[in-house]
């Protein structure tokens, strides 16, 4: 169902169009008409668009360039000044079949945040959960709760809903990453509260620590400190620091190479980012997970309920999903729509990859389908 | 954000619209032009739209009186066949606030079925959460899984994911009821399969028992049936029979009286349908529940995150929601958008009142937000 | 590992006794005398006893026939009074495997309670979760949280731990009736608390409603008072109908008759007693079910891990627990160790069954084994 | 109830003994000599010692010194081979109270180990959970599931139920260490099996691999192995190292100089070993967690349902539980049992602590309470 196809009257349709449609007779004109003054609409002339036979996206795949995002962001970092009202330089991708809103997806929104030297974002919370990405750069600290937690290539960095934050970027250079969020799905389902918070942050809150609070209570695996096990308000762990993701990803390609279980399919490593209190996914409606590909790796086109968002963050390659088909490289974004297909094969001999391999940050929205009953994958066997 | 507001581009905003927006020279309209040409959208032109203090209905409440909806519903039935393609004659309520979208409210829909004496209307299944409720008349049977369900007056029949199910109706008169489905927030999230089952019920699926065999398996309080305790797809009681419903309203109303603990408010009784063997909503994505005001009651406005739509079964009164107010009586419908303050208030000395009381029936999507952490309400106290 | 077993010290042990045992030197026996004197004890000497191939249970089958326990249960009524030290008149059955203690099983207690006309039995709370079955009489109620409860033939009476509760007969006649609690298991893990109540119930509570208003808050199937769902003390319903019970049965029996699923097995219908706020077991360490064996019925001999006490609520047959097997009819009670084969066969032709069948109420320690991943169950197949 | 009360018949019971019980007439001895030949005891000259106000500890406190244990161990070393049968070189520690059974408390299992340089313990598995803790020592490989597991000073292993599992010591040192398993638990409750696995391990188990395989896969902090999420077994992750669990301690008591949360009393960290895949209990019986107290500092007296076994991993101190009250130094095991006091006070200057402080090792039955709603704690105020 496009915006067009909307607004379209039953009565516009002829057996032409719908040739399980009855006959269109004055007297089914009539009922047509009164259906519409009656705010009616009848389900046997939508019933394709609304309950098809599987999910047909709104959104289309499409793939961002790093170097565009960071060249508009820079510039952004020269005329727009960061404070109250706008409250962040963030400035999100669009998906171009979504009619110029600024959604990745449905149901997911991601930006490039630009931060220049010695700026601060101002302190607020809401109901949407997010998180912050970290493709290269490093100097800012996003201040959680009133807890420093600092930024560097490859964390990821979690931020459930209703937690206030900040950002200070307390480096000689600007700084870009990231932001993922939840926008659209709580748009569309208004769930949506938000509130200012002071407008300066405090000099313990402006501090530079090498490691937030957060790490050093619930950061330790398996370990959970008892003192704080009350914990209810979404993941207390505010980062996942590159060096652990490397590491876990490493050894899933070691035991792969031993002949044991560890990889998601030949040369591909992949592993979720969780909640140390759940297990679960990190945040309520996003799952954030970070895939390897061993050089010449190739991934059997995947089909899975609901919609993600990756980036590229080391090497390159090539990737396909449905219809479309694109060359990647660091820093690079793409959008996989619900249930299309999606296949990664990663170069054969990079030259630009610090592990070696094609490394790839993404998230989606299957914590919703996954907690609704209505998580589904499929993986195509001869493609 | 309306619909035409998607589209207005940040270079249309002017310093009037949005004193907290930078000045608008012209770098900023080149840095603009390229946002729109990158595909790129800021967030500071619009997060007053996406992230609001408090969620902001796109829908309105509105109502549909019984007797339209019941008029049309019967036009329908000498004009439109049942059949293979259209698959149900069931006309939706749409939402004047939703662009002419079959949409009662974001993520419900609801609709008025309407089936002739002797018509079946053929299987199917999908994964969209469904219900019927039954607010006059019988004769009609819901084939769940091949299990004939019968549907009478204040019968609530839910109706899970992926079930194949079918109808017939065996009497000789026309039947209506109301089905309540998640098609518009499926729809948005793009979780939808659909499987078209088989052309003809059997003899056996057409039999007209007076309980399911659902009702025999589940259908008694706090005992379950062993042999089935594996079951996990969606709830298996497929009918919660009125003479239930009324029975544990008039028990509330009369603890009451005898200054006991039992209903929501005063003169207010209110009971949850739940699935037997979770305890949980009926419907992973639906909650349904039965609401019976005593002659003269009001209840205290009170705001919910999430809509719902609320049948009046029996009885009269008026229903106020944000700035809207209407006189209702039985088998009126109404919405309740996200957020907007909901009173009710019983008619003191009704004449149409079979319990003798305003009884609604009300569906929502509550789930989704207590399922996603996002569940919130608000009594209003000095209203 | 007996009893005696237990201060068998490993120097006593020989070759002959256990042949993977290490030579009986002098040097080991002064190694032997020495973890005596230092409180030690080697595991390679009772591995066998500890760590078994499968349960061996300390308690054996036994059955104790209700006309001798009703008999001496009536005399307790002429020579015991009821007061608050005693607290009840409770008689338990003592396994004559489990050296005169008086447990049913190692973690089942199951007594014969006994109240005169106009007694009352005092007001306590303890952590043993409880529950009363009658088998036959009216005419007490159990008063929980100051709710009275009737009790009637066929009730089940479940009695969450810590709920406070007294007991009055308000009939002409005595009343018996069973009860069950977890006693030795909070007894080996010293889990218990209790508290004694009030001396004396209020006149309220001395009230004879017909239903409790437990009954009529959570009694009705599927629909859960919305008022009342942060409840969190254990089940909140306080009584099983054995109208609703007797008709679950007979739904399962007639579903089986005509080709359906329902019943466990040939003839053999089984309910399970749920909490309606988690759909899981009645009690937090008890499982409480109800069979129904249509006349000639035999089960398939069957394994658990844990102890069941079933009591035979109407009709007659045999019984086979391991080595035993006894005739059983009205009122009588056995035990079902750990591990230890049953089978039930009703009589052919009953003459004393109201239902014309063989009913059995079963209750067991089996949520232990559930909730810590240790549930076995297996059927013999050529038996 | 001790176990000679066990016996005692209430014929034997005076007026003197027990003033709440009835005058003992020759009426009542009859009933009483009738109860025991009927296999009955009554509730009414017992209840003060099954019911008691609160847990009395059939257990007692005790301190077994660590020189002595290995002392004994070692000479085992010497004297007893390790192969199938006894299976397992392991020495138990027997509570005083428990009539000479092995058992540490009345659920726990305590016992050293000890393994000669170039010895097998052969392969097998069984329901009762266990655990590894190493105070001194290194060269053994714990082998299960066939994943080579190296064991070091500090390190905890946890070993569900089920899994197959072997040793091998491939140093040229003895080593020892303590096992904590559910023994006692599982023989009240009557849930054992036990299988003999092969009798020989295999070269590839025979290696000595720094990591085990299962700490790549699930050891690293909030990040889970995509392609293991279905793992259903108990934990898997086999090593939680010390580096990681010394961390974590020293980072709680960072936090708490900085004047943040993090300890759970003054000076004294505490963190809980937990199943990376559910968050919950490492096991599903045990719970285990570290503790370290500053010198000088001292804890408040705390009862908390269920026994636990310490074991001094650094420093020294005194310990006092209930009645008694012991000090303590590096490797001595002691014993709280149900609701009986606890405190513990550091050294102010300890010479022979590696962290500067007072380390120790707990683990407890407390997931029996906590899954059963029997979790109580008390800190006693004015200690």
Same sequence: chains 1, 2, 3, 4.
């Avoid at 505010?238 to 993701?245: E, F, G, S």
């Avoid at 089909?303 to 390159?316: I, L, W």
């Avoid at 094969?345 to 070696?356: L, N, V």
């Avoid at 919703?368 to 001869?382: G, M, Q, V, Y």
Wanted: net charge negative; aromatic share 8%.
């Amino acid at each position: 169902m496009t915006e067009e196809d909307d607004v379209v009257s039953p009565l516009h349709l002829t057996a032409e169009d719908r040739p399980d449609q009855p006959p269109v007779t004055a007297g089914l004109k009539d009922l047509y008409r009164d259906f519409e003054k009656a705010l009616m609409v009848p389900l046997w002339t939508r019933i394709g668009d609304l309950m098809p036979g599987q999910p047909r996206s709104k959104a289309q795949p499409h793939l961002w360039e790093w170097k565009a995002l960071i060249d508009l962001a820079a510039r952004s970092g020269d005329l727009v000044p960061v404070g109250r009202g706008g409250e962040r330089r963030a400035i999100a991708l669009a998906n171009p079949s979504l009619g110029g809103r600024p959604y990745a997806t449905p149901t997911l929104w991601a930006a490039i945040q630009y931060l220049m030297p010695g700026e601060d974002a101002p302190e607020h919370r809401h109901t949407q959960n997010a998180f912050r990405f970290v493709v290269e750069g490093e100097g800012v600290w996003t201040v959680v709760e009133g807890d420093p937690v600092p930024m560097r290539r490859g964390d990821f960095l979690p931020q459930p809903g209703m937690n206030w934050h900040a950002h200070h970027n307390s480096a000689s250079e600007p700084m870009a990453w990231i932001d993922g969020l939840d926008i659209p799905f709580q748009y569309d389902i208004e769930a949506q509260f938000f509130d200012f918070g002071r407008d300066e942050l405090t000099e313990e809150e402006h501090a530079t620590p090498d490691r937030s609070r957060s790490e050093r209570l619930w950061g330790h695996p398996g370990l959970l400190p008892v003192s704080q096990l009350g914990h209810k308000e979404g993941t207390p762990l505010l980062c996942y620091r590159w060096a652990d993701t490397d590491a876990a990803l490493t050894d899933q390609l070691e035991l792969e190479r031993e002949g044991r279980p560890g990889t998601v399919g030949p040369g591909h490593a992949l592993v979720r980012y969780t909640n140390p209190t759940t297990a679960g996914d990190v945040l309520p409606t996003i799952r954030a997970q970070f895939h390897r590909l061993v050089p010449g790796a190739e991934t059997a086109p995947r089909r899975e309920t609901g919609s993600s968002v990756y980036q590229v963050f080391d090497g390159s390659g090539r990737v396909t999903v449905g219809d479309f088909s694109w060359p990647v490289r660091r820093g690079d974004l793409f959008v996989v729509p619900s249930w299309q297909p999606l296949s990664i094969r990663s170069e054969a001999s990079p030259s630009d990859s610090e592990s070696g391999s094609l490394d790839l940050f993404q998230f989606s929205d299957a914590p919703l389908f996954s907690k609704l009953n209505l998580f589904r994958t499929h993986i195509e066997e001869n493609a």
